[in-house]
């Protein structure tokens, strides 16, 4: 049996409740055998802001922790809102911090859109852009839109309850893994 893949979960909104963090923290529900639990990245909001002169060692502790879980990582797993029509600005802050790192190089990659149609066009272009840039892997089949109600979300546990949603959320999982564990190393 291979070995469990490991899939850091980053979600690009720091508020409490955000859609796109419930569907994240659905995906241990939903995975199957063989992948190890998820672990969901909750730093973005103590991140510094980027400033290139300030990326070398020593590097801020929460930018070294976010490159440390990255490097950790098999795969990658990303969702986000979409702000004033592109990406939340501390999201991008993330993403900056990952370009000079090297960490997400050839790491698979993927996205859930949990807005509905015709919506966060903007943010999942400048993601493409982003990630791109970073030199990930990004996985097309596990690039997925997935609308998500607000009455689709468990208050209590924050996780998404509507069994159609979690059955496209497992498909989306399950390509990526299937992916990462099949692409040349």
Known sequence: ???PVEILLITGSPRAGATSTAVL???AEVVGPGTADPQMYF???A???FNPD???APL???VAELRALIAGAD???LSTPEYAGDLPGSFKNLLDWTVGGGEIVGKPTAWINTAAPGRADGAYAALRTVLGYTGADIVETACVRIPVARSAI???TLTITDPDARAALAAAVTALIDHTRTRPR
């Open 154 to 156: 468990d208050t209590e």
């Open 54 to 56: 300030d990326d070398f």
């Open 43 to 45: 730093g973005t909001a």
């Open 1 to 3: 049996m291979p070995p």
């Open 60 to 62: 801020h502790p929460a």
């Open 47 to 49: 991140l510094p802001h």
């Open 25 to 27: 923290q659905t995906v």
């Open 75 to 77: 795969a990658l797993l």
